[in-house]
């Protein structure tokens, strides 16, 4: 893995990122491969943006937070992370192949990885607490352990009876698409149902090794989703994440969410206004397929969970209709059913109760 001074030595850096590489607290690292990606000479290379420095990073904005999701206030137990009632996030590892300039946990980069004694401690939290049916394995990105070690991780918690899915948070795909071997693939798919979500942010990452290493997950029954962080300046153009859509689908990788820009200290130059985001979904409606276009989705600061943003195509509703807008502007009504009742009579013969599941 290339460091700071690595870093240096392949690109041509410009005064503002020499600058920033000697005052950022956050490492600055990257794959030969990743780094392979970046332009030698232009500081403006979406790849380069995301693994150099830059001055920016030292100023702090305002709302921003050490801890964005208020992460740390929802962990009952260490590394292991509770928010939502029927899926946890368990912090495998702090260290990742590519330290994303982006990058929402920042703080934990450094910190000791997840011990056997706290795999174990999670692995009871989950087993005591049975609402919990997806576990989500992150980090730092664990398909930097050994598969051994991954598969070990992975294992504690398919163990658990009504544990039904498991997910793995990871970027190699991305920055080091050589990880993704057969030994891997085999070992992911014994634990199925199992999903991968990677994250690729621009165009420019979707190279033939890339896309070898995500058609190697599929074609090995893991099913890949993208998560896509907008970053200012960098994707936040409808050409350019329209293009990066598209590219995904043929990978048979799913776009899932596209990320707002978490509120962590230092990183306001990479944030968008929440109506561009909006702005460039509503440019994407009706000219990509809808396959192609993921949630909009904020994180809210400190804690309060997920919520999506969409463009607001209803122009009125009332009982007897709608009047909708659709891409272009033009406005159609939509006639409302008169019966109203929605409730479903079979509901409790199914599931033996009136209990929403």
Same mark, same amino acid.
């Not at 292991?80 to 990058?103: E, I, Q």
């Given at each position: 893995?290339?460091?700071?001074?690595?870093?240096?030595?392949?690109?041509?850096?410009?005064?503002?990122?020499?600058?920033?590489?000697?005052?950022? &607290?956050?490492?600055?690292?990257?794959?030969?491969?990743?780094?392979? %990606?970046?332009?030698?000479?232009?500081?403006?290379?979406?790849?380069?943006?995301?693994?150099?420095?830059? !001055?920016?990073? +030292?100023?702090?904005?305002?709302?921003?937070?050490?801890?964005?999701?208020?992460?740390?206030?929802?962990?009952?137990?260490?590394?292991?992370?509770?928010?939502?009632?029927?899926?946890?996030?368990?912090?495998?590892?702090?260290?990742? @192949?590519?330290?994303?300039?982006?990058?929402?946990?920042?703080?934990?980069?450094?910190?000791?990885?997840? &011990?056997?004694?706290?795999?174990?401690?999670?692995?009871?939290?989950?087993?005591?607490?049975?609402?919990?049916?997806?576990? %989500?394995?992150?980090?730092?990105?664990?398909?930097?352990?050994?598969?051994?070690?991954? !598969?070990?991780?992975?294992?504690?918690?398919?163990?658990?009876?009504?544990?039904?899915?498991?997910?793995?948070? +990871?970027?190699?795909?991305?920055?080091?698409?050589?990880?993704?071997?057969?030994?891997?693939?085999?070992? %992911?798919?014994?634990?199925?149902?199992?999903?991968?979500?990677?994250?690729?942010?621009?165009?420019?990452?979707?190279?033939?090794?890339?896309?070898?290493?995500?058609?190697?997950?599929?074609?090995?029954?893991?099913?890949?989703?993208?998560?896509?962080?907008?970053?200012? $300046?960098?994707?936040?153009?409808?050409?350019?994440?329209?293009?990066?859509?598209?590219?995904?689908?043929?990978?048979?990788?799913?776009?899932?969410?596209?990320?707002?820009?978490?509120?962590?200290?230092? *990183?306001?130059?990479?944030? +968008?206004? %929440?109506?561009?985001?909006?702005?460039? *979904?509503?440019?994407?409606?009706?000219?990509?397929?809808?396959?192609?276009?993921?949630? *909009?989705?904020?994180?809210?600061?400190?804690?309060?969970?997920?919520?999506?943003?969409?463009?607001?195509?209803?122009?009125?509703?009332?009982?007897?209709?709608?009047?909708?807008?659709?891409?272009?502007?033009?406005?159609?009504?939509?006639?409302?059913?008169?019966? $109203?009742?929605? @409730?479903?009579?079979?509901?409790?013969?199914?599931?033996?109760? &009136?209990?929403?599941?």
């Amino acid at each position: 893995m290339h460091g700071a001074q690595a870093l240096a030595a392949h690109l041509a850096l410009s005064e503002d990122e020499r600058e920033g590489i000697t005052r950022a &607290s956050f490492p600055a690292s990257a794959t030969p491969y990743y780094l392979s %990606l970046a332009d030698r000479d232009d500081p403006w290379c979406p790849v380069r943006r995301q693994i150099v420095p830059s !001055t920016a990073e +030292t100023r702090r904005g305002r709302g921003e937070l050490a801890d964005p999701l208020g992460e740390d206030r929802d962990m009952p137990v260490p590394g292991l992370v509770h928010r939502y009632p029927d899926r946890v996030l368990f912090l495998a590892t702090s260290r990742c @192949s590519a330290y994303c300039r982006h990058c929402t946990r920042r703080r934990r980069t450094g910190a000791p990885g997840a &011990s056997a004694g706290a795999l174990e401690r999670a692995a009871a939290y989950v087993r005591a607490h049975r609402e919990v049916r997806d576990v %989500l394995v992150s980090g730092g990105d664990p398909l930097l352990l050994p598969t051994a070690h991954l !598969t070990r991780v992975l294992r504690a918690f398919r163990s658990i009876p009504h544990v039904e899915i498991l997910r793995v948070g +990871t970027r190699m795909p991305v920055t080091n698409p050589f990880r993704v071997t057969g030994e891997l693939v085999a070992a %992911l798919r014994r634990l199925a149902p199992l999903f991968v979500i990677t994250h690729f942010n621009h165009p420019k990452e979707v190279t033939a090794q890339a896309r070898a290493a995500c058609e190697a997950l599929v074609d090995g029954g893991i099913p890949v989703e993208n998560q896509t962080v907008l970053l200012r $300046r960098l994707n936040s153009s409808s050409r350019i994440l329209g293009d990066l859509f598209r590219r995904l689908l043929t990978m048979r990788v799913r776009p899932y969410y596209l990320h707002q820009m978490d509120v962590a200290q230092g *990183l306001e130059h990479l944030r +968008t206004p %929440l109506e561009e985001g909006v702005a460039i *979904l509503a440019a994407l409606r009706g000219t990509i397929s809808g396959l192609a276009i993921p949630h *909009l989705a904020v994180d809210l600061p400190g804690g309060g969970g997920k919520v999506t943003l969409q463009p607001d195509y209803l122009v009125s509703l009332d009982a007897r209709q709608a009047v909708l807008r659709n891409g272009r502007g033009k406005t159609y009504r939509y006639p409302q059913p008169v019966e $109203r009742d929605c @409730s479903c009579p079979y509901e409790s013969t199914f599931y033996g109760s &009136s209990e929403v599941r």
